[in-house]
């Protein structure tokens, strides 16, 4: 999970960390501003102009990050999470809290998704931070490159689907067979 | 109509459209936090039911029309 708190952290309100203020992408509203530029994808990412975009990120890259608020913090907190279905809520990937004058903050960080994160999915990434500026909040719709089968996830759900629907297949099967019989019998 | 017949399809059902959702995620086609996802499995539950239900209404009103034996 480090490298999803990195991304999400980096790309929403990444440095929260040590002063204040982040950055981050996607829909954002409040006072606050932050970017992420992927060094070996040559991917930038702006909260303020990427909007309702879907950004899609390497498996594997170096981050630079920025972001800041509108003024000394002072007493701070946020969080960010992964949207889940309803009524699942959220995942918390990260939060922080704590006290400080510095209304910016910037850094690199490496991240390596390990294999079982499926590429291709679409996840909504929201975050908050609340500081004496006010409420920041927003949220980034990410995927990893690449497809389905790029996960060994995708064949232990395929494998799922098949033998629930067997059986569902051949009850359904049983079931025309003796509707089409009957209808024969009675047709007689 | 047999009660554990009719939980074991439903059952069937809701896992098969569970996986079915899990999927359509897994390819991309809808995002993790859609709705779909919730609302696949119920009606995969609803589905197995009734599949049942339709299965054994055929069933007796196929006993129900049989000729009287000779």
Redesign the interface.
Known sequence: MKTIRWVTAGLLFGAVMVGSGSPAAAQLEGECSGSGVWKDSDLAVDAESVGDELVTIPRKDTVDWQGSVSGPPGEYSGSIWIELPPPFGKVEIDNWGGTSDNNNNAGSEDYDLPKLVPAGVEFKVVGEHTDSNGHCEGYVRLEIEGGAFDSPIIWGALVLTALTGGPLALLLIAMVKSAVGAGIGGAR | MKIGKLIT?AL??F??FL??G??L????V?????????IMPIIGLVL?AA??V??SR??G??VN??PPAA
């Not at chain 2, 995620?25 to 991309?28: E, M, P, R």
């Not at chain 2, 809808?30 to 919730?38: R, Y």
Request: net charge neutral; glycine share 10%; proline share 3%.
């Open positions: 399809t069937l059902g896992m098969f996986f079915i899990l999927d995620v897994l390819f991309g809808i995002p993790l936090n859609s709705v779909v996802v919730t197995g599949l049942v339709v299965a055929k069933q009103s196929a029309t049989a």
